[in-house]
């Protein structure tokens, strides 16, 4: 039988890049998701798909850096299905800037909104259902979450805020029978990239990404769900990224090199 089957499973950024394509994975094994972002359009159209390969649907548009919003997508699924069993938290937004050309240190409030304060606001909310479910949650970092990277400091920032919270959050909660996944992809096609904050605070409008040499959005998803079936502590989404955490406690500067020439290179 597959994991999520007749399972409740919230995904937050779920309208497009990895949360779209981790909602369609899910929808196979015919779960009900609940889908949230703020593009109600948007959402309308992934839950038509999911709906189509078999799963229950329900849209929630939600604004990811409001916590009222959050506590509301939280309520209206169990309203609607009585409980959760599985919270994914994905929305995000990244920047392209080095510090000393931005402009506006307000953006870097933002982020931490967003993509930290944005995690643990539906967390809060969820917990005491995933409780009762012994349930699973699984956070979308990244890799710039475990090692710093040139021109992404606020966004860097907020992923290393997540691996903090909620590895902190999983020994908490090691005798609830809830799992912790924090997965850490690599540079990954999505239109994230393209909505990017630059140095003036305004989106870049394209991707600064070599996109057809970096992971698509359905591979990533693939790996982000069997590290959520197994319950994996972490899953880290490339080669280079897993060799670099083992190499960088003795040679850091070979790591920092690297991370530079991925970013020139936009691969």
Same mark, same amino acid.
């Given at each position: 039988m597959s994991a999520f089957a007749g399972k409740t499973v919230v *995904? @937050? &950024?779920?309208?497009?890049g990895i949360g779209r394509a981790l909602c369609l994975e899910l929808a196979r094994q015919q779960p009900r998701l609940v889908l949230a972002a703020r593009d109600a359009g948007r959402l309308a159209e992934v839950a038509q798909d999911c709906e189509s390969a078999g799963a229950e649907a329900l849209v929630v548009p939600t604004d990811v850096a409001s916590?009222?919003?959050y506590r509301? $997508? *939280? %309520?209206? @699924?169990? %309203?609607?299905? !009585? &409980? *959760?069993?599985a919270l994914v938290v994905n929305a995000g937004r990244t920047m392209w800037a080095r510090f000393d050309e931005v402009r506006d240190i307000a953006l870097y409030e933002e982020l931490m909104r967003v993509n930290y304060l944005g995690c643990v606001y539906p967390t809060f909310y969820a917990l005491p259902h995933l409780k009762k479910s012994q349930g699973r949650i699984v956070a979308v970092s990244s890799l710039a979450g475990l090692t710093g990277v040139p021109e992404r400091t606020g966004y860097a920032a907020s992923k290393h805020a997540l691996f903090g919270f909620f590895d902190s959050l999983r020994i908490e909660l090691a005798a609830t029978g809830v799992s912790v996944t924090v997965a850490a992809p690599d540079f990954v096609v999505s239109e994230i990239h393209r909505r990017a904050i630059g140095f003036d605070g305004? =989106? $870049? !409008?394209?991707?600064?990404?070599? /996109? =057809?040499?970096i992971m @698509?959005? /359905? %591979?990533c998803a693939r790996g982000i769900l069997r590290a959520m079936e197994a319950r994996r502590r972490v899953w880290v989404g490339s080669l280079r990224g897993r060799l670099g955490l083992l190499v960088r406690p003795f040679f850091p500067g070979l790591v920092d090199a690297a991370a530079a020439r991925a970013i020139r290179r936009h691969r």
């Open positions: *995904i @937050t &950024g779920a309208s497009s916590e009222a919003a509301n $997508l *939280i %309520e209206n @699924t169990v %309203e609607r299905f !009585g &409980g *959760i069993d305004k =989106p $870049l !409008g394209k991707s600064p990404m070599d /996109e =057809p040499r @698509t959005a /359905e %591979e």
